[in-house]
């Protein structure tokens, strides 16, 4: 487990963005994306979340440059992430439509040095009410995050709903997801933190 404070080589904190959930206040998948964002917190990353009522932005839009302020806070959050960790909610067997857009938003920053999501790890949850959409949404976003240039930690979590196994926090889900969940998001921040000694080292 991390257990160390995580910083960057300039000492600044990583940053891991939380992104996910649907528009229900903390529904299942958000509540997943907050239990395996709390090592990220425990190690001393920066978290963002961008959850529910965040993601409610424009359709992503390919012939113009200007955004919403809501689709900007989200493009400057991409940006800034050094890992990221993704809940869906699986909507008719696949991504919920306001999470793909949100993602979509990742086409901004292809012209960065570090295009699209490149050089991050990133953390996929899926949840679901059945495990057959559970796991389809799960290799949804991992397709996703591949082509977004993307690092899909090892371990990716696919949760059923249907069988009660999240609860309001992690004391009261089921321990071997709580576990995944947090395995899943220690992967992230180390991942990081590796990413973050490797370019130190190129640049010394």
Do not use: C
């Not at 190690?43 to 113009?64: F, H, K, N, Q, S």
Request: aromatic share 4%.
């Amino acid at each position: 487990m991390t257990n160390a404070i995580v910083t960057t080589p300039n000492d600044r904190p990583v940053t891991i963005v939380a992104l996910g959930g649907s528009t229900s206040p903390l529904a299942a998948s958000e509540r997943a994306l907050r239990m395996a964002a709390e090592p990220a917190e425990e190690a001393g990353a920066e978290v963002i979340y961008l959850t529910g009522r965040d993601l409610i932005i424009p359709i992503y839009d390919t012939e113009t440059r200007e955004r919403a302020p809501e689709a900007k806070r989200v493009v400057d959050a991409l940006r800034r992430a050094d890992g990221l960790i993704l809940a869906s909610p699986g909507y008719h067997g696949s991504v919920s439509g306001m999470v793909k857009n949100t993602l979509d938003y990742a086409e901004d920053l292809r012209a960065d040095a570090r295009a699209y999501l490149t050089d991050r790890a990133v953390g996929i949850i899926s949840v679901a009410h059945g495990w057959q959409t559970a796991v389809a949404t799960l290799n949804e976003l991992r397709l996703i995050v591949h082509a977004l240039r993307g690092w899909p930690t090892p371990l990716g979590v696919a949760i059923n709903d249907a069988a009660g196994l999240i609860g309001a926090d992690t004391a009261s889900t089921d321990p071997a997801v709580a576990r995944q969940l947090h395995t899943m998001g220690e992967q992230v921040v180390d991942f990081a933190h590796a990413m973050r000694a490797r370019d130190a080292a190129r640049s010394s």
